[in-house]
């Protein structure tokens, strides 16, 4: 695609490098903030970058946070003696967006994956070994996707942490609320009925 | 959706003002940004804000350009005076790509639209009927899309250059090359019943 301005080029290269975002979409936003105010680019502009230049991490659960203890760890009412271990950010949201877990977190930023070449040290194993170490912690649950890699990932941090001497569960597998059972895999199908609950318990819920 | 940091939550906010990209797709590509090189983000932040700030369009047929005439307007060996007036910079493009056309462009910026408050002082047609009286204009092609709002826009521009002495033109509509008859629709497969052309001139195209 042949562009009449290096500029328009150049941004839409820029666009374009975004994750599922090709060469067409990219030129028609970048077009399209061209018909918008100056202000919008600039504010988009400045967001993008105030984001990746002043972002951090919560030193307890390495969560995003603009300070250095983020909010869930640094809310006294939250169980700090629950960890739910997740993969990144947009878990720790889907969670809390439940209202039903209260205690912490920790994001692995990943999962050990030796095809994408990420291997335990790039994830935040380390620290997460540490916590499990100081000894307040009671309970670990895996809430890792259940592929092979969220299933390796699980493994790999159980092997550390199984002498400590705490509980650890794995998130419930099974049908959706709503869903239909004759759509489900059977996979899912066959655990939500090894794993199924007491009647009693699942009332509760309603 | 609640998030961790202001950051974030303002980023994401910037990037779903884009069109076709909701919250979900923002937070993606987001903390997408987050994961690569600084340097990826301060060139794309650079490369929006330059297109923004910096972009110019051409004083004769207004494309999008770096100059202030654009490198078709100022090639001496395209044909001035055939003038094909289209909708965006992006129909230029797509123009450009068939490399068949060799006269100039002028681009309207939109076409006229109530419901969308878009009216004919909003696009460029003054300064194309400027360009039409200055008497080296032999043939408008109108190649804007086939809609409502294009044949009205059309139809004004048409009646303001009528009394020019010109020739007017609008681009083939028929069955694409390569679809087959039994998918088109009638208007389509009408038009390009009506609009045939002799044999002797398809044959030319092979």
Redesign the interface.
């Known amino acids: 695609?042949?562009?009449?301005?290096?500029?328009?080029e150049?941004?839409v290269?820029?666009?374009s490098?975004?994750?599922?975002i090709g060469k067409r979409?990219a030129?028609?936003?970048?077009?399209?903030?061209?018909k918008q105010p100056?202000e919008?680019?600039?504010?988009?502009?400045?967001?993008?970058?105030?984001?990746?230049?002043?972002?951090r991490f919560?030193t307890i659960c390495h969560?995003?946070?603009?300070t250095e203890v983020?909010?869930?760890c640094s809310n006294a009412l939250r169980d700090a003696s629950v960890i739910c271990v997740v993969e990144?950010?947009?878990d720790?949201?889907a969670i809390?967006?439940t209202g039903l877990f209260k205690g912490l977190y920790h994001v692995l930023g990943g999962k050990i994956s030796p095809i994408d070449g990420v291997g335990p040290s790039q994830l935040t194993i380390v620290p997460l070994v540490e916590r499990v170490k100081q000894g307040n912690v009671k309970e670990l649950i895996f809430a890792l996707s259940s592929t092979m890699e969220g299933d390796t990932t699980n493994f790999y941090i159980y092997k550390q942490i199984k002498d400590y001497n705490i509980v650890t569960s794995a998130i419930a597998r099974g049908i959706g609320v709503g869903d239909e059972l004759e759509f489900a895999d059977e996979v899912t199908l066959g655990r939500s009925i090894m794993h199924r609950v007491p009647f009693e318990t699942s009332l509760r819920d309603i």
Chains 1, 2 share one sequence.
């Open positions: 695609m042949e562009m009449s301005s290096k500029l328009l150049k941004a290269a820029e666009i490098l975004l994750p599922g979409t030129l028609r936003l970048a077009l399209h903030l061209l100056l919008q680019t600039q504010h988009l502009s400045n967001a993008l970058l105030r984001l990746r230049e002043d972002i919560c969560n995003i946070s603009d983020c909010e869930i990144d950010v947009r720790v949201m809390e967006n």
